[in-house]
């Protein structure tokens, strides 16, 4: 949280201000959960034969619905993990390559780097999981099986060419010196990468490296529009089909996910608060590289659903 | 690619169908993160909490749940729509919270001092917000914002996805399930269909970007 910019500490008088809204908006708003609460109690929301199978251990239903859930919450972290790591390994490379190649080689990779970011991971899962199989790229050999790795190379085609244009920030974002330096001592120009730039570009990139997990990890429910993998939306949809409980059930589902990408972006803000602090990176470069990675690699923000 | 020219006119009308459902959500989204951007920066405690919340909640969140919470939860409490008005609804409500957030970031850019000193040129509170804060505001949230808007677009396909009907993915579906047609030349025409929005808008956003620009 940064300092409000837009007033001043206030003074008597704004403070009594503030009360008098805080007092309105109170009022305001607990009207409305009033409004919204007896909404749902009139429709029997509340009844705990809606809600006891996802909350009640006691629940003959209470196990087998939380084995789902469990099931859902391992095969979308598998998802997301395995996705994750294909993607930064092969966003490096396409960083490095890019980084590295002329004026004319850089082409056809900015070309695929726009194409893909260009492409609703919708689409792209579509084409992993349905068009791969249709034009005879078979998956099924793998372990995990053919929907599991059609889903994770729909999402690297994504999350590679966003965490290429990550790495690609963090290393334009690294002082110009430390390139010269490195030439200057000797180094070629694939060790200065290697050991000077890369590793400085993750440490500085490494929160905008966390909050994209959460971009993936969103994403991996995606699948459920496209075939049947047991995620945890997935999960929530078998287990609302079965109970007819779908407010209650995707409330819990909902609150799954927030716990798990709240955690994230925690991580990430903690991680960013200890290099400021440790000074390992000047502020100014966090600063360029943040910005950079909050304008650049576009779609990071309303990344995916 | 004969399958995507002999069904022309169904993309074309896909495409446009997208484009609605995105200028209805882009409306909404805008309108609605820019209020909770609001809350999330003014001095009220609860109108803050209520901002955080939103955001907390809608962003981390997939869309599709959002679609099903309102397709399937909303019904139960006696609200019957269309499709198209669940799944715009959901759109909304998911691109507010990351509109919420560039708005914010926008506002937090702008240096105190600028406000400060606003203040002891003797500008009121009004004044300053309109001739010194929100201009340079403004200008640091035109990129942020404008990748929201094209993931929005994006996003517009998870919507057809899940059963809006008409739109550019769902043409794409009909096309190969109902009609048994091959489905790489569909969707890389569906593909496409996508790339004509999103690959313009970005070259215009960086184009934009350099003129707002503003060096600090």
Known sequence: ?305 | MSPVFDNLDLFVEGFLTSLGICLVAMVGSLVLGVAIAACRVSPVPPLRALGAFWVTTFRNTPLSLILFFCAFGLPELGVNRSFWFFGVLGLILYTSAFVAEAVRAGINSVPAGQAEASRSLGLTFGQGLRTVVLPQALRTVVPPLGNVIIAMFKNSAVVGAFGVGGDLWSTGQTLTSARGLETLPIFTGVAIGYLLITLPAGALLQVLERRVAIVR
Not at chain 1, 96 to 115: K, M
Not at chain 1, 209 to 215: E, F, G, M, R, T
């Open chain 1, 1 to 305: 949280m940064s300092e409000p910019v837009l007033y001043d500490a206030q003074g008597p008088r704004g403070r009594r201000r503030t009360r008098i809204g805080t007092a309105v908006a109170v009022v305001l708003l607990a009207g409305l959960a009033f409004l919204v609460v007896r909404r749902l109690a009139d429709a029997g929301q509340f009844s705990m034969e809606l809600w006891g199978p996802l909350i009640d251990p006691g629940n003959e239903a209470f196990d087998a619905v939380w084995r789902l859930i469990r099931v859902g919450i391992l095969n979308t972290l598998k998802a997301a993990a395995v996705a994750m790591v294909l993607s930064v390994v092969l966003g490096t490379l396409i960083a490095v390559a890019r980084l590295s190649l002329g004026r004319v080689g850089r082409i056809p990779l900015t070309g695929l780097v726009e194409v893909l970011r260009g492409l609703p991971v919708v689409v792209l899962v579509y084409f992993g999981v349905r068009v791969l199989d249709d034009v005879g790229v078979d998956l099924g050999g793998l372990p995990g099986g053919q929907v599991f790795w059609g889903l994770v190379l729909g999402l690297t085609a994504y999350n590679m060419v966003v965490f290429a244009e990550v790495i690609r920030a963090g290393v334009a974002s690294l002082p110009r010196g430390q390139r010269e330096g490195a030439l200057a001592t000797g180094l070629t120009p694939g060790q200065t990468m290697r050991i000077i730039l890369l590793p400085q570009a993750f440490r500085v990139m490494l929160p905008a490296l966390i909050s994209q997990l959460v971009v993936v990890l969103k994403d991996t429910s995606l699948v459920t529009f496209v075939a049947n993998y047991d995620e945890l939306l997935s999960q929530g949809r078998s287990i609302q089909r079965n109970l007819d409980n779908p407010i209650q059930t995707f409330t819990v589902i909902a609150l799954i996910y927030i716990a798990m990408n709240y955690t994230l972006g925690r991580l990430a803000q903690w991680v960013q608060a200890r290099q400021a602090r440790a000074g390992r990176v000047s502020r100014a470069t966090t600063a360029t590289a943040v910005t950079a990675a909050a304008t650049g690699p576009a779609h990071v923000a309303g990344g995916g659903a």
